[in-house]
């Protein structure tokens, strides 16, 4: 019998038994009818659940890692872009670089649905240092190898209103066998206000990495989306700064952090070939990853009183922890 992969308390088990430990695990139903699962505090999606285990049990991180986590929709391709490129800076021009022809997670890879969704367990040894990957997994559900080692985390979140909006959209798209159609955010909206989304509850997200950033600064670096729109040279030092690859004052005379910010912004990204025209291997067209980019969009989709029932929620759960959010222009 084949005695490789996963289990719940770190020895290995059969390939057969790892259906019936996701079978075990608590479920609810997603916007589109496919079963959400819970494990380790995360509502895991169902084509997400297989590797996030798998990733969770057997990673091993290096000191030299980036990892780039986020909840979907909070501007993880954004992030991509810009770190590969501040890592690169010294490799490839604004005129060469790969983010010309490829799409940023094609790049910097998910564990949960890149990764260890397409092998049990993928040989990640034979790339080169610094490794970069991401992940919607929270704070406490990452590998302990990542918590112990020296590798940095990039967390990006973004206000509530506009992630769960922009999700919205982005699953509006999703036109699978058997997917239900999502016709209004009504639909779900119980559910929502309840944390049961794809890589949920929001809060828990948010705060695994916002008390992580506080307890542990050389290790975590906590970004806002709306920071991000707001000053982008500011947040790229500091991201570079964090990564421990500063930006010199030669680079800065020269005009590096501007030719990044402009390669990375959304209409330039938006605009290359590759991302109007490209699909990703599970169908999700590239282009599903550019849509408005603004601060507030919320306003055109969710009422008045679902945004105050939704953030109420949210500042309940974040009372205390000194995180706020700019939901508007
Ligand atoms: P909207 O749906 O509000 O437009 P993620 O990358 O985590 O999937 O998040 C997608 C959101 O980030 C989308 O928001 C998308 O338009 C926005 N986005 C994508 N690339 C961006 C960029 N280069 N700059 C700013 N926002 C970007």
């Known amino acids: 019998m084949e005695t490789i992969t996963i289990s719940t308390n770190g020895e290995s088990v059969p390939r057969d038994e790892i259906q019936g430990l996701v079978a075990g695990l608590p479920s609810e139903e997603n916007w589109d009818g496919s079963p959400l699962y819970f494990y380790k505090g995360v509502w895991y999606p169902a084509f997400a659940i297989r590797g996030a285990i798998s990733f969770q049990q057997h990673f091993i991180a290096r000191d030299t890692d980036i990892i780039l986590a986020s909840m979907p929709k909070?501007?993880?391709?954004?992030?991509?872009?810009?770190?590969?490129?501040?890592?690169?800076?010294?490799?490839?021009?604004?005129?060469?670089?790969?983010?010309?022809t490829t799409l940023p997670h094609d790049l910097v890879p998910f564990f949960e649905v890149d990764l260890y969704a397409k092998h049990q367990l993928p040989d990640l040894e034979q790339l080169p240092s610094p490794r970069i990957f991401s992940s919607h997994s929270h704070y406490e559900t990452l590998p302990p190898s990542i918590r112990g080692s020296g590798c940095k985390i990039v967390y990006i979140c973004r206000n509530?209103?506009?992630?769960l909006v922009s999700a919205f959209h982005f699953f509006h798209k999703f036109k699978g066998e058997n997917v239900k159609p999502l016709s209004s955010i009504d639909d779900d909206f119980d559910n929502v206000c309840r944390g049961i989304r794809s890589f949920g509850p929001f809060w828990d997200s948010v705060l695994g990495y916002w008390k992580a950033s506080l307890e542990r600064p050389d290790k975590v670096l906590f970004l806002k989306y709306e920071d991000l729109k707001d000053d982008i040279t500011f947040n790229l030092k500091k991201l570079?700064?964090?990564?421990?690859?500063?930006?010199?004052d030669?680079?800065?005379?020269?005009?590096?952090?501007?030719?990044?910010?402009?390669?990375?912004?959304?209409?330039?990204?938006?605009?290359?070939?590759?991302?109007?025209?490209?699909?990703?291997?599970?169908?999700?067209?590239?282009?599903?990853?550019?849509?408005?980019?603004?601060?507030?969009?919320?306003?055109?989709?969710?009422t008045p009183s679902m945004a105050e029932r939704f953030l109420k929620i949210v500042e309940e759960k974040l009372a205390g922890s000194g995180l706020s959010f700019k939901v508007s222009e």
């Open 74 to 100: 909070s501007g993880t391709t954004w992030l991509k872009a810009l770190t590969f490129s501040v890592v690169n800076r010294n490799i490839y021009s604004p005129t060469e670089t790969p983010l010309l």
């Open 160 to 163: 509530p209103l506009d992630q």
């Open 240 to 248: 570079a700064e964090f990564l421990g690859i500063p930006f010199t």
């Open 250 to 302: 030669k680079e800065e005379k020269d005009g590096v952090i501007e030719e990044i910010s402009k390669l990375c912004s959304f209409d330039n990204l938006r605009n290359l070939e590759v991302n109007r025209t490209g699909v990703r291997p599970l169908g999700t067209p590239n282009s599903a990853f550019f849509r408005k980019a603004k601060v507030g969009d919320w306003c055109d989709d969710l």
